[in-house]
Structure formats: C-alpha cells, structure tokens
C-alpha cells in the first residue's frame, strides 16, 4: 500500500480559498487517476473532484464545479486542489486517492490521514 500524505487544510470565511496538496507515492501517482473526496459527520462520503493518469482530463462534483480545481504536477509529485470560494457546505475532511470514479459506486481502496478544512459564514 503506497502512502499518501494531505495537506493544506484550515479555517477560512465563506469565500476564501484554500489549496490542498497529495503527495502519493511515485508508483501511485504515475499509473493512476487520483481524486479527493470528502467527509463530514453524518453525511456520506462525497467524491469532489478526480484527475485523469496523464492530467488532460478532470471531473468534478456538480457541488464545486466551477469553484475547485484538480491538477497534477508530474515533475514534483503531487495532486493539487484548488478551492475558491469556499462555502460553510464545504467543511470537512478532506482526503486523496487513486480513483477514477468519484461518482456513485465509486470505490475508495486507500487513503491518507485527511487534511481538515472548515469554513465559516
């Protein structure tokens, strides 16, 4: 099982910004689509955005459509997830995978620890 390391997360007003960064093991990022998902108490788990193996084609949940940005950096190793305009909705923790699917039946096979992010009105 690769590692996978989040960061990024913290606390921020509705509309603010905030950048998450996965850094998946070379094997996992390289031969893999990756996503983040997300996570709050009481809820489901919600696929947010997903990024294909070579970077040209990404999918997003009709939730941040819009407001999220999914992106790959071959040369430095990591998944990028860009967040604008944040909304309270978008509290939770938030983690990366190797997904292809982030729709429903999507399967999480592996993950990392999660980076927090709370958003306030």
């Known amino acids: 099982q690769a590692d996978l390391v989040e960061s990024g997360g913290g606390s921020v007003q509705a509309g603010g910004s905030l950048t998450l960064t996965c850094t998946p093991s070379?094997?996992?990022?390289?031969?893999?689509?990756m996503g983040w998902f997300r996570e709050t108490p009481g809820q489901a788990r919600e696929g947010v955005a997903v990024?294909?193996?070579?970077?040209?084609?990404?999918y997003y949940a009709d939730s941040v459509k819009g407001r999220f940005t999914i992106s790959k950096d071959t040369a430095k190793n990591t998944v990028t997830l860009q967040m604008n305009n944040l909304q309270p909705e978008d509290t939770g923790m938030y983690y990366c995978?190797?997904?292809?699917?982030?729709?429903?039946?999507?399967?999480?096979?592996?993950w990392g620890q999660g980076t927090q992010v709370t958003v306030s009105s």
């Open positions: 990024i294909s193996t070579t970077g040209r084609a990404a």
């Open positions: 995978a190797p997904v292809c699917w982030i729709g429903p039946g999507a399967k999480y096979v592996f």
């Open positions: 070379t094997l996992t990022q390289n031969t893999r689509c």
